[in-house]
T-cell receptor, first 114, second 117 residues
Framework: AQTVTQSQPEMSVQEAETVTLSCTYDTSESDYYLFWYKQPPSRQMILVIRQEAYKQQNATENRFSVNFQKAAKSFSLKISDSQLGDAAMYFCAYCREYGNKLVFGAGTILRVKS | DGGITQSPKYLFRKEGQNVTLSCEQNLNHDAMYWYRQDPGQGLRLIYYSQIVNDFQKGDIAEGYSVSREKKESFPLTVTSAQKNPTAFYLC????????????????FGEGSRLTVL
């Protein structure tokens, strides 16, 4: 079974600085997708960024980028120029190419200090 | 506006009672999911349905039941057999991409918090 591990229960960052959230996963599949979801205090989950395993290029969405290391099964999220609105719980997630079942990590709480 | 509506937001239940959480979507999505969220454990899949009148157990289905009689609705019943039902419940939906491949993005409701007294 696939598993997703987020080893950092909590992280803090100063406003305008950069922070990296870690995620590792375990799978025997060669084609799959990885995601970072954000859950702000309102509890509404929002997709931040997604990476297809067959793509070597790391995904980027504005201030959010990933470092995808397929061989190491590592998928970290970098948030640049952190803003107060980035404070949330961040979940790393995995799904196979087919089937639509997402497996989530335990989450990392990100606190942003002004 | 299109989206997923969960109700109620907060629910209190006495031990031994069944309760039903509602999930309605107007996104025309085929697949719908129920996740349970507990502190420090992330989201765990309870049940999912990829088409009307069909659903499958997720990783923690014991003590829960679902139905999918309409495309837009996927209610979850927490039965008295669920030993530790106090949790935050999230409903989500998506549609497959071309040839059934994952699009990857789940659309979530705002959640329902169930507390057993």
């Amino acid at each position: 079974a696939q598993t997703v591990t987020q080893s950092q229960p909590e992280m803090s960052v100063q406003e305008a600085e950069t922070v990296t959230l870690s995620c590792t996963y375990d799978t025997s599949e060669s084609d799959y997708y990885l995601f970072w979801y954000k859950q702000p205090p309102s509890r509404q989950m929002i997709l931040v960024i997604r990476q297809e395993a067959y793509k070597q290029q790391n995904a980027t969405e504005n201030r959010f980028s990933v470092n995808f290391q397929k061989a190491a099964k590592s998928f970290s999220l970098k948030i640049s120029d952190s803003q107060l609105g980035d404070a949330a719980m961040y979940f790393c997630a995995y799904c196979r190419e087919y089937g639509n079942k997402l497996v989530f990590g335990a989450g990392t709480i990100l606190r942003v200090k002004s | 506006d299109g989206g997923i509506t969960q109700s109620p937001k907060y629910l209190f239940r006495k031990e031994g009672q069944n309760v039903t959480l509602s999930c309605e979507q107007n996104l025309n999505h085929d697949a719908m999911y129920w996740y349970r969220q507990d502190p420090g454990q992330g989201l765990r899949l309870i049940y999912y349905s990829q088409i009307v009148n069909d659903f499958q157990k997720g990783d923690i289905a014991e003590g829960y039941s679902v139905s999918r009689e309409k495309k837009e609705s996927f209610p979850l019943t927490v039965t008295s057999a669920q030993k530790n039902p106090t949790a935050f419940y999230l409903c989500a939906s998506t549609s497959p991409g071309l040839a059934g491949r994952n699009t990857g993005e789940l659309f979530f409701g705002e959640g329902s918090r169930l507390t057993v007294l």
